[in-house]
């Protein structure tokens, strides 16, 4: 059974700082694994999805990187600013289906708090 | 503003009686899933449909009821639930594509409470 690990569970950093989340996750053999931001109360947004066969993704002040050797994810975030305050989940795809669906195991999460 | 519209924000309702859940997307995914979230604990999926069949059922008590009447709805219905199913219930929608690349879309969830 597929688990996934993020650490820290929570991060306060000062703003303009850069940072970085871990994910871990335990059978190496995944399809791909995306990286959400949450909001108190929200639903999920989807940030950034790196496929297997990627070493990462980029988007605006965001970079993900994969090493699914080792069953490890980081997401960096450049020049943190307080908007960017948010839970920070990652979710694994492990196969392939027929149905061609996303199937995911989520990890518990970061929550991030970025000071003024 | 999110993609994925769920209806009602709030629900409050007592164990006898009978509601629904509602998710609509018009961006023309054909994959639709129900999630369920405990505060402080990761989204566990419940169903997955695709092209408005059946495809996932983890194991979710009979008193959940999914249903897809079209390509764009899908709804939850609800009956005889009990406290411990006081959550946040989220929608998300994917395209259908075994290359596996394309991402979920979450609508901002219904929260619900079970007297």
């Known amino acids: 059974k597929q688990e996934v690990t993020q650490i820290p569970a929570a991060l306060s950093v000062p703003e303009g700082e850069n940072l970085v989340l871990n994910c871990s996750f335990t059978?190496?053999?995944?399809?791909?694994l995306q990286w959400f931001r949450q909001d108190p109360g929200k639903g999920l947004t989807s940030l950034l999805l790196?496929?297997?066969?990627?070493r990462e993704q980029t988007s605006g002040r965001l970079n993900a990187s994969l090493d699914k050797s080792s069953g490890r994810s980081t997401l960096y975030i450049a020049a943190s600013q307080p908007g960017d305050s948010a839970t920070y989940l990652c979710?694994?795809?492990?196969?392939?289906?027929?149905?061609?669906?996303?199937?995911?195991?989520f990890g518990i999460g970061t929550k991030l708090q970025v000071i003024p | 503003d999110t993609e994925v519209t769920q209806t009602p924000k709030h629900l409050v309702m007592g164990m006898t009686n009978k509601k629904s859940l509602k998710c609509e997307q018009h961006?023309?995914?054909?994959?639709m899933y129900w999630y369920k979230q405990k505060a402080k604990k990761p989204p566990e999926l419940m169903f997955v449909?695709?092209?408005?069949?059946?495809?996932i059922n983890e194991s979710v008590p009979s008193r959940f009821s999914p249903e897809c009447p079209n390509s764009s709805l899908l709804n939850l219905h609800l009956h005889a639930l009990q406290p411990e199913d006081s959550a946040l219930y989220l929608c998300?929608?994917?395209?259908?594509?075994?290359?596996?690349?394309?991402?979920?879309?979450f609508g901002d969830g219904t929260r619900l409470s079970i007297l």
């Open positions: 998300a929608s994917s395209q259908v594509s075994g290359q596996g690349n394309q991402p979920q879309h």
């Open positions: 059978d190496s053999a995944i399809y791909n």
């Open positions: 790196i496929q297997s066969s990627q």
């Open positions: 449909y695709s092209y408005e069949k059946l495809s």
């Open positions: 961006m023309g995914h054909r994959a």
């Open positions: 979710a694994v795809r492990l196969s392939v289906n027929s149905g061609g669906y996303q199937k995911v195991t």
